[in-house]
């Protein structure tokens, strides 16, 4: 860890993206009529859980850095926002700053009154770190928030940390808009996309000059993907319609000089350069990532595959873990990739305790909204990082929000996963509730619907574990109940 000199200035950062997002016909987190009265009558005594804030380990190979988790988890709201911390005073105090801007926010939007009243209010926030040089972080953070059909909103935030000088970038965008570092970037992007067969027959030169060259253009929609600023634009911005949304990566070394010189500064000459870091490793012989495997198991017996949403947490993935270890029952666990990248360990222990893991996007976006690019690149990461992390391959996913169509199926290749019994536990938060859906429902064969992101749901689980013991269901993964119970499954 490289300790501190001076304290430079707070510069302040730079990109900010927002868009409405609709989750209209979902059947997965958010509201249905009868909600509110389910709320009302399932007066569950919630532990309070009000504004706990944990430091969880800390991630990656990047011992400066602990994820901090802040929830809240009540009648009114659920919160759930995972930022950095550095051990550095500026930094740390500037990153809760920004936590507690957006908490703010939410906190006046959902005041009496306001909120829809089918559902509760949810905001979370996590992030991705990328290294841009010793010392120098970019975190991405994403800020999900539903409140109602109209005011629910995905913001993408970047800033940047210098651990170094324990300061704060920012103050001027990302990218300079002096001519000289206009044209820099003019051609750099005409090279790539000329060289890209998606983009290049449809490109418009003029369209995409006249866009680099607008100073009032702060090109907010790029962001950063590890070494790389990918460049989004919209539908027929600076190409025919049938580019679709193009969108290229460009290595950021190659794109210094568009940069304003107090960001080039801090950047030229310590830049990592990607291939070289990894040259500097011996290859290591890691195994070939496998697919869970089935066990052999009576297909006579009866069973049940209960599984979990929108992991891992770092607080309740290891209570659920516990839980079923205590009745040798296996699940399979549909990871968020986001959070794979802030909690690698719980998929470890996930593994390593015989349980499966599967796909549930990289940050939960609606499928059936965004184009097929985006759709793979949701899938493949979350595929890539957890083959990284736990040296697994996943055969399986499930849609956020169960929100898919035919297109989106036959495109995406893995096994979807859906379920037989939704616990609504996203819903009621009420553990009694939780384990009547199932009790009132479970037959042989069946997929249960859980989320290990709530306290409650994590309390209603000993319960349940209980019932279908004693009810004879052995408790296996998602891939063992298509593998046993294909057949009354199709039936
Ligand atoms: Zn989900």
């Not at 059947?27 to 249905?32: C, K, M, Q, V």
């Not at 170094?164 to 820099?184: F, I, M």
């Not at 290049?200 to 030169?205: N, R, S």
Request: charged share 25%; aromatic share 8%.
């Amino acid at each position: 860890m490289h300790k501190r000199k001076t304290l430079t200035g707070i510069l302040i950062m730079i990109l900010f993206v927002m868009t409405a997002c609709g989750h209209g016909n979902s059947s997965e987190p958010h509201g249905t009529d009868e909600a509110e009265s389910m709320l009302a009558s399932g007066k569950y005594e919630k532990k309070e859980k009000n504004a706990e804030t944990t430091a969880a380990q800390s991630v990656s190979a990047n011992e400066e850095m602990n994820v901090v988790s802040y929830t809240e988890e009540n009648d009114e709201k659920s919160v759930a926002m995972y930022y950095p911390e550095f051990q550095q005073t500026v930094i740390d105090e500037q990153l809760n700053e920004f936590k507690t801007e957006k908490l703010d926010i939410f906190n006046e939007l959902i005041k009496p009154g306001e909120a829809a009243k089918d559902f509760v209010p949810q905001l979370n926030m996590t992030f991705e770190e990328n290294v841009l040089a010793e010392n120098i972080y970019a975190l991405q953070f994403v800020i999900d928030s539903y409140i109602s059909a109209d005011s629910s909103f995905t913001e993408t935030e970047i800033i940047m940390v210098n651990t170094e000088t324990d300061s704060v970038l920012a103050g001027e965008s990302l990218l300079s808009s002096n001519l000289d570092s206009r044209k820099h970037l003019y051609n750099i992007l005409l090279e790539n996309m000329k060289s890209d067969s998606s983009i290049a027959p449809y490109l418009d030169e003029a369209k995409l000059k006249s866009r680099v060259y607008d100073e009032a253009n702060d090109f907010s929609n790029v962001r950063f993907t590890n070494n790389n600023l990918k460049f989004k634009f919209e539908q027929g911005e600076i190409a025919a319609d049938a580019a679709g949304k193009p969108a290229v990566e460009i290595p950021l070394k190659d794109i210094l000089k568009a940069m304003p010189e107090n960001i080039t500064q801090l950047i030229d000459g310590e830049y990592i350069e990607p291939s070289e870091t990894a040259e500097e490793k011996p290859e290591e012989e890691e195994p070939k990532p496998e697919p869970y495997e089935i066990r052999t198991l009576d297909k006579n017996d009866k069973m049940a595959a209960l599984t979990f949403d929108d992991g891992p947490d770092n607080e309740l993935t290891p209570e659920v873990l516990s839980l079923l270890e205590k009745y040798d029952a296996r699940a399979t666990f549909f990871l968020l990739g986001t959070k794979v990248n802030l909690f690698p360990e719980i998929v470890e222990q996930t593994i390593g305790a015989g349980h499966e893991v599967a796909n549930h996007t990289w940050s939960h976006k609606d499928l059936t909204a965004i184009s097929f690019n985006e759709i793979t690149e949701e899938i493949v990461r979350t595929n890539d990082i957890i083959r990284e992390t736990a040296n697994v391959e996943p055969l399986l996913y499930r849609a956020p929000f169960g929100a898919n169509t035919e297109a989106v199926d036959q495109y995406v290749p893995m096994t979807e996963v859906n379920w037989d019994i939704d616990t609504e536990d996203w819903l009621t938060y009420d553990p009694v509730q939780i384990n009547q859906a199932v009790k009132n429902n479970i037959s042989d064969g069946d997929i249960v619907l859980m989320h290990d992101v709530h306290d409650t749901t994590a309390a209603s689980l000993g319960e349940m574990l209980q019932y279908l013991t004693d009810e004879g269901y052995q408790l296996v993964t998602v891939s063992e109940i298509l593998y046993y119970k294909n057949e009354i499954r199709a039936e």
